[in-house]
């Protein structure tokens, strides 16, 4: 990969935080007046637009929960492993922070959840039908046509 100067990798940065090329060409150091038609040609060039790439995966598995680590939680939650910090009064006016297992409500919903994703509710049917002989079918259409 063709090495970036200062000024592209600043463009490049600008851009994956605010999606607006134009915004990120000046925040980089482009000129005001140019910065629009220098925005679409640093985004056309293959070395910047492989860097963009680059670090739009690398945030991506970095930031985003994946498919497994949703479930893992969703079960965690469903099995009461979870707690959740709430307010509570602690007299003379002051509160305090205080940890507590997530409630049935929540854990039912992180089971349904669950179900969803792996069909629990949904009734399978197992149908075989042979269309290898249509004769009773057309004695039937001829029937209905009559």
């Known amino acids: ?21 134009t915004a990120a060409a000046i925040k980089a150091g482009y000129s005001k007046k140019t910065a629009r038609v220098t925005a679409q040609e640093n985004l ?15 945030l991506h598995t970095e930031k985003i929960a994946d498919q497994r680590e949703v479930l893992q939680y969703l079960t965690s939650v469903m099995r ?45 049917v197992k149908a075989e039908v042979d269309v290898s002989s249509t004769d009773k079918l057309d004695s039937l259409v001829a029937q209905l046509g009559e």
């Open 44 to 58: 056309t060039k293959p070395a910047i637009r492989t860097y963009i790439d680059e670090r739009l995966e690398k």
């Open 80 to 124: 009461g492993e979870q707690v959740e910090e709430t307010v509570i009064n602690a007299g003379d006016y002051t509160q305090e922070i205080t940890e507590i297992k997530v409630g049935a409500k929540d854990r039912i919903k992180a089971a349904e959840l669950i179900g969803k994703r792996y069909g629990v509710w949904t009734d399978k």
């Open 1 to 21: 990969m063709n090495k970036l100067t200062l000024k592209q990798q600043r463009f490049a940065d600008e851009y994956i935080i605010s999606g607006n090329a």
